[in-house]
Every structure is written in structure tokens, then in C-alpha cells.
């Protein structure tokens, strides 16, 4: 974030704490139809048209460190290997052999050469993922080697997380993310590593689960600290980004502002816990607010100078949701055990998403009651809008049946830049 945005959004948290209503002309929102949360025609359209066509995070480069390191990823319910070449590129590929459809691999990390079939041995290369040898090949007639190559999927690196897109025809990653990654660049992922990863199942849609993170209405409600809050959701700034992805910054309350020793909400302070290692170039808003990203579509980042974590968002079927959540530190410690300053960190985390779950169960057995005429959602959860309209994009808004559909409103107050 370089100072002019700094600026714009000290700016706009004024402005938020100041408004009497919603902006001058911001579009009405009509009742999102629950229908997107629970038919199986809306799983499936987003089944064939959204997650085969998304980019998603499948990893991390350093776990494949070297040529031929590969992992599998099956999160987009394809079996997928990533594997790292000899050119030191990381490339993606169908695990399905094609001879008869086995996986090519099936430990969840390796290395090799080249990827050999477990089952009759087909030999493919890690680089391009050419069929380079046969066993028995005299017993295949007419056979073409160059027709039985691995099937390749877009992949590519940022910062060090790999991400993967089953589209030959996705925009490149950056200019998918280009708005995001611009101003995530400081918070220098490619120098941190993945610790204490956590996953729980949720008997909900998929979308329900995003939501939660979208917005901050409900934070002192869901949140609160007996009797107070950390921050003020009336001075939240959205920004609303290109494909669906935003980036929501919450001033401290009045209580976490005075804790701090701040003047005010807009007295940004390098605050840094000595306990922790700092991520030096960390801007002094993100230390003093709450800022999180959200990369189109199952991925949230709460950000902050010491580390922060991923949450991503897999749905298992219409109504079972996965959330995985994995931090991101610079580490300098050995070994899986967590120094007692991250587990206490890790623990409060973990108290925070156990609050945002209570109601997610309870939410998806209400969208499916008589009672649940239709989602609202106000000007400040603007967010989730946003993120509804993308779906739709991805979907094609033709292939919805109207009723389903949301609005295509926002365009007029996307950020480019
Ligand atoms: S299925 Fe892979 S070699 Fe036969
Ligand atoms: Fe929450």
C-alpha cells in the first residue's frame, strides 16, 4: 500500500464514521435468492462453470523445493499433481494416467525423476508431461505417444504460494489478482512459512462460511470480549476489486485504541509484540487496523506484521463445507511445535473462527425453512454483493434461472487500482 492509499482510506474511515445513510445513488440490493444456497441446480452450475474456472491456492513452492519434489491436491475434486521441473518451474497436471485412469502418483508428497504409474508403469516427464516411455509398448497397436501426454493446468506462483486454475483460457494469475496482489506485496509472503494448519467440517454452503468474513456487522456481537469490542465496524472501509475479490480495513475501537496508548482510530502506530518476529515492511495501518484481503473465490486473508493466516473454503457437497485455515509466519523455529507466544496466538484464532461457526449450522437449516424469504444485505456488507455478482460471471448469467440471479450493480464502484 503505497501513502496515497493510506491516505484514500484514513479518508474513508472518516467518511464512514461520518455518514448518515448509505452514499447518495449506491444502488438498493434486492433479497438474494436461497435458492444459491441450497438446490443442487445452483451447486451444479457452480460446480461446472465456477471451480472449473477459478484459480485457487494449492500449495506452497518450498514444499517442492527441488526438480522432480511433487505433493497432489484433490481440493477441486479432480485429482491434481503439482510438480516442480527440471527448469525449476512448478507445473500442474491431472494425476490421471492415460492408460487406464489411475493416479500417477498417489503419495501425497514425493520426488522422482519422472512421474512413473504406480499401476503399469507409464513413465511421463516432470517437465512437460510427455508420455516417455512404455512397458510392453510392442502390444499396443497403432500407438501414438504424443496423444497420451499428462493433461496440463495452469499454474503459476505468487509470493510463494502456488496457485492452480483448470482453465486453458484463465486470464493470468496476475492479472486475475492483479488489484490484491499489488497491495499484499509488502506483507512478504514469499518469506514466511505455513504453520499450524487447521481444518474443520461445517454443515453449511460454501458461500455461507465466505460471508462471515466479508463483513464486520457482526463482530460485536459474535466477537465481543465481555462488554467491549476491538473494533468499530461503522468506520469499516470496503474496497470492492475486479473478479469478485475486495479488501475490507476496520478502525480499532475506542477501548483497543486507548489499550494501545493511540490518540485516535486514524494515530497508525508501528506497533510491533517483541515477542513475535516483524515483518519490517508491514504499512502502519495494517498494524493499527484490521485489513483483510479476499481473493475470488475461497480465500481470506486477515493481515498483520507478524504473520496472518489463509482461510480457504472447499465445498464437500451443497450444504458440507470444509474451512481450512493455515498461518503464515516468519519462522525461526524447528520442528511443528509451536513457541508458546504463536500457540497462544493460534489459540485465539481458534476461539475467534469457533465463534463465527456457532452459526453456520443453524444458518444453513434456516435457509432451507419456509421461514428464510431471502438473504438481505446492507451497505456495508457490500462485500458479499460483490462477491454474488462474480459468481454469477463465472456461471454465466444467461445459464441461471432468473430468479437466482443477483444484480450485476457494483461495476460503477470496482477499484482498478
Ligand atoms: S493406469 Fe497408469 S500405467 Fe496403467
Ligand atoms: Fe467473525
Known amino acids: 500500500m503505497d501513502a496515497a492509499l493510506i491516505e484514500r482510506l484514513t479518508r474513508e474511515m472518516e467518511a464512514q464514521f461520518a455518514r448518515p445513510g448509505e452514499p447518495a445513488g449506491f444502488p438498493k440490493f434486492h433479497d438474494i435468492s436461497v435458492d444459491r444456497y441450497i438446490t443442487d441446480e445452483f451447486y451444479e452450475l457452480e460446480r461446472k462453470h465456477l471451480w472449473s474456472k477459478v484459480w485457487v491456492m494449492a500449495g506452497r513452492a518450498e514444499d517442492v523445493p ?3 519434489d511433487y505433493f497432489t491436491f484433490g481440493d477441486l475434486k479432480v485429482p491434481i499433481v503439482v510438480v516442480r521441473g527440471n527448469d525449476m518451474k512448478v507445473r500442474a497436471f491431472y494425476n490421471t494416467c492415460q492408460h487406464r485412469g489411475a493416479p500417477v502418483v498417489r503419495d501425497k508428497v514425493g520426488c522422482a525423476n519422472q512421474l512413473r504409474c504406480q499401476y503399469h508403469g507409464w513413465v511421463y516427464s516432470i517437465d512437460n508431461g510427455n508420455l516417455v516411455s512404455i512397458p510392453d509398448e510392442r502390444d499396443f497397436i497403432d500407438f501414438c505417444r504424443e496423444d497420451k501426454s499428462l493433461s496440463a493446468i495452469s499454474c503459476d506462483v505468487w509470493q510463494g504460494w502456488v496457485f492452480v486454475n483448470q482453465d486453458p483460457n484463465a486470464a493470468s494469475l496476475q492479472e486475475w489478482f492483479g488489484v490484491p496482489f499489488a497491495q499484499m506485496e509488502e506483507l512478504a509472503g514469499e518469506e514466511l512459512r505455513a504453520v499450524g494448519p487447521r481444518s474443520m467440517t461445517i454443515p453449511c454452503n460454501w458461500k455461507v462460511t465466505a460471508e462471515a468474513f466479508f463483513e464486520v456487522y457482526h463482530f460485536k456481537f459474535i466477537h465481543d470480549r465481555g462488554g467491549w469490542s476491538a473494533l468499530d465496524n461503522r468506520g469499516a472501509t470496503m474496497g470492492l476489486f475486479p473478479n469478485g475479490c475486495s479488501r475490507m480495513v476496520t478502525p480499532f475501537s475506542k477501548k483497543a485504541v486507548e489499550m494501545r496508548g493511540m490518540k485516535d482510530w486514524s494515530d497508525f502506530q508501528k506497533f510491533s509484540d517483541p515477542r513475535f518476529i516483524d515483518i519490517p515492511s508491514v504499512n502502519n495501518l495494517i498494524r493499527s ?3 483483510a484481503f479476499s481473493l475470488f473465490p475461497n480465500l481470506i486473508a486477515p ?26 509466519a516468519p519462522k525461526n523455529w524447528e520442528g511443528d511445535e509451536l513457541p508458546p507466544h504463536w500457540q497462544q496466538r493460534m489459540d485465539e484464532f481458534d476461539h ?43 456461471i454465466g448469467i444467461e445459464n441461471i434461472p432468473e430468479h437466482m440471479r443477483v444484480q450485476q450493480l457494483l461495476a460503477p464502484y470496482i477499484e482498478r487500482e
Open 289 to 291: 487496523t484490521s485489513t
Open 303 to 328: 493481515v498483520a506484521s507478524y504473520g496472518y493466516p489463509f482461510l480457504m473454503f472447499w465445498p464437500i457437497d451443497k450444504k458440507t463445507t470444509r474451512l481450512d485455515w493455515v498461518h503464515y
Open 352 to 394: 475467534i473462527m469457533d465463534e463465527d461457526k456457532r452459526n453456520m449450522a443453524p444458518m444453513q437449516e434456516s435457509l432451507e425453512s419456509p421461514a428464510m424469504k431471502g438473504i438481505v444485505v446492507n451497505y456495508q456488507e457490500r462485500r458479499i454483493w460483490n462477491f454474488h455478482e462474480q459468481v454469477d460471471r463465472m
Open 66 to 68: 527441488n526438480p522432480g
